[in-house]
């Protein structure tokens, strides 16, 4: 783990740097607190902080209180002040601007280390709550077997488009898709056969679109697909889907099968206030009806 120490006097500096050496981290070393404010804000910068009270330029107090002002999202710094002052006054004053610890000179190693290795401990447990709770926010908005969105999510998604596609003045596609025969591949081949083409078919699609268009399980075998294009590039968007599916084989525990999606477009200009999102999918869906019609495999537009 990196370590910025920010200490002017050289010696204390050399010392704290060959400290961090032997315990273990890996030190960055600045000689007041411009220099390591500077350091604060390039990527992947330190987040357990040895800051010196008194320093030129920027003191270890103003330091502390630019870092919490600057701070806002779910990683904060873990700072720990070191000072010759040891007067309640000075402590309480310190903790206040945003230390989180207090370590007077001059101090025990053995107590700086316990120290610092609250820090570490308190950073790694902040780390693993932070992805605890990004994978709980993962979990709520994407569908398990696929990986996309789930159908509340898409369904967000798309009001949300409608009213961004408003402002802009450009045209929203919606589109359903749906894979063909899939009753008589999970009644042929098994439910983990039908898993995997479910899998692999919402792997194609995605690796099809734009990264910023959207993707979602609709229910079942069905695929709700939301994007900015006209009407000529969007039907182009999902014929390169459609066939890059149909020209594939799916494979699980050594049996091989092929499958194909139909698609229904639907194409809306603004202003589209007057149009919910239920009405807006349903419209592709009777486009999708008439594909199946049509013979599958094929993309209709409505």
């Known amino acids: 783990m990196k370590i910025l120490i920010a200490e002017d006097d050289l010696i204390s500096r050399l010392m704290l740097e060959k400290l961090s050496l032997k315990w273990g981290?890996?030190?960055v070393v600045t000689e007041d607190g411009e220099q390591a404010w500077g350091v604060l804000q390039q990527k992947d910068s330190p987040q357990l902080l040895l800051i010196d009270w008194e320093m030129p330029r920027l003191t270890g107090l103003a330091l502390c209180q630019r870092i919490r002002r600057q701070e806002t999202g779910s990683n904060p710094c873990y700072i720990i002040?070191?000072?010759s002052r040891n007067q309640t006054v000075d402590v309480v004053t310190g903790l206040e601007v945003g230390a989180n610890d207090y370590v007077t000179k001059p101090f025990n190693n053995i107590e700086l280390l316990a120290r610092v290795h609250v820090g570490e401990r308190m950073l790694k447990l902040q780390h693993d709550v932070n992805e605890a709770k990004e994978l709980l926010a993962f979990q709520a908005t994407h569908d398990v077997l696929s990986g996309l969105l789930n159908r509340r999510a898409i369904m967000d998604g798309l009001a949300k488009e409608i009213s961004r596609t408003n402002r802009q003045q450009g045209p929203l596609c919606i589109a359903m898709c749906d894979i063909d025969f899939f009753k008589k591949i999970n009644d042929g081949y098994g439910h983990l056969m039908g898993d995997e083409v479910i899998r692999e078919v919402a792997q194609?699609?995605?690796s099809t679109v734009r990264p910023y268009d959207?993707?979602?399980r609709y229910g079942g075998e069905e695929f709700l697909l939301v994007f900015n294009s006209d009407k000529e590039n969007g039907i182009s968007l999902l014929e390169r889907i459609r066939?890059?599916?149909y020209s594939s084989v799916y494979t699980y525990e050594g049996i091989s099968l092929e499958a194909t999606i139909s698609i229904g477009l639907a194409v809306f200009d603004p202003p589209m206030e007057a149009l919910d999102c239920q009405k807006m999918?349903?419209?592709?869906d009777k486009a999708l009806y008439q594909a199946k019609k049509n013979g599958r495999?094929?993309?209709e537009l409505a």
């Open 25 to 27: 981290f890996e030190p």
């Open 81 to 83: 002040l070191l000072t």
């Open 204 to 206: 194609r699609i995605t």
């Open 214 to 216: 959207l993707v979602g």
């Open 243 to 245: 066939h890059i599916i």
């Open 281 to 284: 999918i349903d419209c592709a």
């Open 297 to 299: 495999n094929r993309v």
